[in-house]
């Protein structure tokens, strides 16, 4: 492959929730075949779901993928020849590509209601049928007004099969029958991914897709796409998906996957790296600790594993592990003071302070992997004990999606959710700062939640109601 043009290649994140593993698992090998060509790589924001993208999320990707050291050649902050770089800063293309493909034949207004549609699914689900859009208006050469409500939805060959070779798991066929005609533009006008993708990756001069196995079966449409367009296809290469040791989907309710919860651990980013190339691909010499630059200089795509690699925690600690001992004690020295979260914590605690070592202790409860505290602590002064585990549910359940996660507008909802229910704000905060911190002193209590992150605050007020479910029974 060194011999080989340099090569495009993209990442292409929706900003929604928390940066995934996923991302960077995709995007060292992106980044391992540009390098390796001396070619690019480029981080495109997919933020058509425009109900579900902010910009918090955003700024976590470039957050995550810096602290990897996956940096991009062309993106939404540093620009480059081929942008916008955020999907929704280009709609008027999507739009006239989609209405190329109607005038053209290859696409067509569609204006079934929701609740045709879902009628439709009834019968076909009670008629044991594969659920599909019948193609009603495939040959009506509908004109929907603007203000008529309609999609836009791709013509599908009705005959044939769509032949392609896939870069890791070579020649894939699929009856055309097998693919719906899919709504390219939805009824908000904002295309789909299967339109926007094409479209991008092809004006952003794309030459390698990487993605997940998941996106395998949309793949058809996406190589008819660029027949209608006339376009040269980007060759693809689908990853085996991540796993939960029970071969489910990596998820987050078996195994935590934001990456920035790896980086609060004190997981190395080098470790992490290498782990994830290794649950995808293997060192030609069988090697299970190599760096970045290794990756780089051997990667080929018939060395991926085509079986789902399980994320396991243990193998990566194991590895963090190895890396840690590999270290130079100067060097292991500058990663262990952890210069961020310190500095973080710095205006909680400096105004208490009265020697160094009171940083110390006041910060602990931040190092805890498990709190250990009495229970008895849970319940504030002249509470009733049986009310701590539902205020405790209730502000778990406020702030598990709540964002962004900052301390100011975290209190506004710790409030309002009190006041709603005529509680007693000071001990409901007092508890929540118990689950929390381990202690009935702490600092400021959102500037704390601030600090230690979503997953651990939920995670610690699931082991307070634990603590207090197993003293009820
Ligand atoms: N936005 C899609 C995702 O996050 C991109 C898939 C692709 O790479 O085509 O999975």
């Known amino acids: 492959m060194a011999a080989d043009a340099p090569a495009r290649l993209r990442i292409a994140p929706s900003p929604t929730g928390d940066p995934h593993v996923g991302t960077a698992y995709m995007s060292l090998f992106d980044l391992a ?3 390796r060509t001396r070619g690019q790589f480029i981080l495109r924001i997919e933020d058509t779901d425009q109900a579900r993208s902010t910009p918090e999320a955003e700024e976590t990707i470039f957050q995550a993928l810096r602290w990897l050291g996956l940096g991009w050649d062309e993106g939404p902050d540093v620009g480059g020849p081929y942008g916008p770089y955020r999907q929704s800063e280009r709609l008027p293309l999507y739009r006239e590509c989609a209405e190329q493909l109607v005038e053209q034949g290859h696409a067509y207004y569609c204006t079934c209601t929701p609740e045709r549609l879902a009628a439709l699914r009834q019968q076909q689900i009670a008629a044991k049928q594969p659920p599909g859009y019948d193609r009603r208006c495939r040959d009506l050469g509908l004109r929907p007004r603007p203000d008529e409500p309609h999609v836009i939805r791709m013509k599908m060959p009705l005959e044939g099969e769509s032949i392609f070779t896939d870069l890791v798991r070579g020649e894939l066929r699929r009856p055309f029958k097998d693919s719906d005609d899919q709504v390219i533009v939805k009824s908000d006008g904002f295309p789909t991914y299967h339109l926007a993708v094409v479209v991008d990756d092809h004006h952003m001069a794309i030459s390698h897709v990487v993605r997940g196995e998941e996106w395998i079966s949309s793949t058809p449409k996406h190589l008819q796409l660029y027949r209608c367009f006339g376009w040269e296809p980007p060759r693809f290469a689908h990853m085996p998906l991540l796993r939960n040791p029970d071969r489910s989907k990596v ?9 920035l919860w790896y980086q609060r651990q004190g997981y190395l980013p080098e470790a992490m790296l290498n782990f994830l190339a290794l649950l995808g691909w293997s060192m030609p010499d069988g090697r299970e600790i190599f760096s970045f630059d290794d990756v780089v200089s051997n990667f080929t795509f018939d060395r991926v594993v085509t079986s ?18 590999g270290m130079d004690p100067e060097q292991l020295l500058e990663r262990l003071f952890r210069r961020d979260y310190v500095r973080a914590q710095l205006p ?34 002249k509470a009733a004990p049986d009310d701590v585990p539902q205020w405790l549910k209730a502000v778990r359940q406020r702030i598990e999606e709540f964002r962004p996660w900052r301390a100011v507008p975290l209190e506004e909802q710790l409030r309002e959710l009190v006041a709603e229910q005529s509680w007693n704000t000071g001990q409901v905060f007092m508890a929540v700062r118990v689950a929390l911190t381990g202690s009935t002193q702490s600092p400021p209590l959102t500037e704390t939640m601030e600090v230690l992150g979503r997953e651990k605050t939920l995670q610690r007020l699931d082991r307070a109601l634990q603590l207090l479910a197993e003293e009820a029974s």
């Open 33 to 35: 075949v540009a390098r």
């Open 308 to 325: 789902g690699p399980v994320f396991a925690l243990d193998k990566l600690q194991s590895i963090n592990g190895q890396y840690i001992r």
């Open 251 to 259: 998820s987050k309710r078996k195994n935590p996957t934001s990456l």
């Open 348 to 381: 909680l605690v400096q105004e208490r302070m009265r020697t160094l070592n009171e940083f110390h202790t006041a910060t602990a409860f931040f190092y805890a992997d498990e709190l250990s505290y009495d229970r008895s602590l849970l319940i504030p002064k």
